[in-house]
């Protein structure tokens, strides 16, 4: 049972449009959300989260939105760069998860053309 | 800022052999986890652990033991390697209490069984 998806393995984008990266989620005990940026051969970084009393957060480049209602979240790159083609993983929580347990999503792989 | 170092960053084991993958991070965290990463798959989680001495099942436990005798150090069993482990490994911290936290990861350590 996957309870964070995101049903887009690839996107492909050209250099200086805008990304935009899907995550739904079933569990509405989530409460805080995440988005992580991988490279190859390298751990996850943390990008930007946000919890579940806003609808938006935004940070440089980079803006989270949630829809509470949907069991959606997405993650917009403005404008996109070619340093930014990598994996890009979504992650939820819950409050009551023991030990700050994330659930990850399968990710998506950015790739930003030139 | 947050470091989590990881033991070895590539390794090649042969099927059968015991495999110690060790994480050591710096922040004073009392949450720790270990994940695997396989292509379309996402990051799943192994173990985790929230206290020193404290370990619950993730998601896929079988076939690893985990050992948490210090608090900055979390360390990954392969109690007799398979060839169906072959994957990167990822290790991540986090602060403990309660709400949503942000996890932070090492850089990995790619296992080949053989």
């Given at each position: 049972?996957?309870?964070?998806?995101?049903?887009?393995?690839?996107?492909?984008?050209?250099?200086?449009?805008?990304?935009?990266?899907?995550?739904?989620?079933?569990?509405?005990?989530?409460?805080?959300?995440?988005?992580?940026?991988?490279?190859?051969?390298?751990?996850?970084?943390?990008?930007?989260?946000?919890?579940?009393?806003?609808?938006?957060?935004?940070?440089?480049?980079?803006?989270?939105?949630?829809?509470?209602?949907?069991?959606?979240?997405?993650?917009?790159i403005v404008p996109s760069q070619p340093g930014d083609s990598a994996v890009y993983f979504c992650a939820a929580s819950a409050r009551y998860n023991q030990g700050g347990k994330l659930i990850f999503g399968q990710g998506t792989e950015l790739s930003v053309k030139p | 800022d947050v470091k989590v170092t990881q033991s070895s960053r590539y390794l090649v084991k042969r099927t059968g052999e015991k495999v110690f993958l060790e994480c050591v991070q710096d922040m004073d965290h009392e949450n720790m986890f270990w994940y695997r990463q396989d292509p379309g798959l996402g990051l799943r989680l192994i173990y985790f652990s929230y206290d020193v001495k404290m370990k619950e099942k993730g998601d896929i436990p079988e076939g690893y033991s985990v050992s948490r005798e210090k608090k900055e150090r979390f360390s990954l069993i392969l109690e007799s390697a398979s060839t169906n482990q072959t994957s990167m490994y990822l290790c991540a911290s986090s602060p403990g209490g309660a709400g949503g936290k942000t996890q932070y990861f090492g850089p990995g350590t790619r296992l080949l069984v053989l």
């Amino acid at each position: 049972d996957q309870q964070v998806k995101q049903n887009s393995p690839s996107l492909s984008v050209q250099e200086g449009r805008i990304s935009i990266l899907n995550c739904d989620y079933t569990n509405s005990m989530f409460d805080y959300f995440l988005w992580y940026k991988k490279y190859p051969a390298e751990g996850p970084t943390f990008l930007i989260s946000i919890s579940s009393i806003k609808d938006k957060n935004e940070d440089g480049r980079f803006t989270v939105f949630l829809n509470k209602s949907a069991k959606h979240l997405s993650l917009h790159i403005v404008p996109s760069q070619p340093g930014d083609s990598a994996v890009y993983f979504c992650a939820a929580s819950a409050r009551y998860n023991q030990g700050g347990k994330l659930i990850f999503g399968q990710g998506t792989e950015l790739s930003v053309k030139p | 800022d947050v470091k989590v170092t990881q033991s070895s960053r590539y390794l090649v084991k042969r099927t059968g052999e015991k495999v110690f993958l060790e994480c050591v991070q710096d922040m004073d965290h009392e949450n720790m986890f270990w994940y695997r990463q396989d292509p379309g798959l996402g990051l799943r989680l192994i173990y985790f652990s929230y206290d020193v001495k404290m370990k619950e099942k993730g998601d896929i436990p079988e076939g690893y033991s985990v050992s948490r005798e210090k608090k900055e150090r979390f360390s990954l069993i392969l109690e007799s390697a398979s060839t169906n482990q072959t994957s990167m490994y990822l290790c991540a911290s986090s602060p403990g209490g309660a709400g949503g936290k942000t996890q932070y990861f090492g850089p990995g350590t790619r296992l080949l069984v053989l």
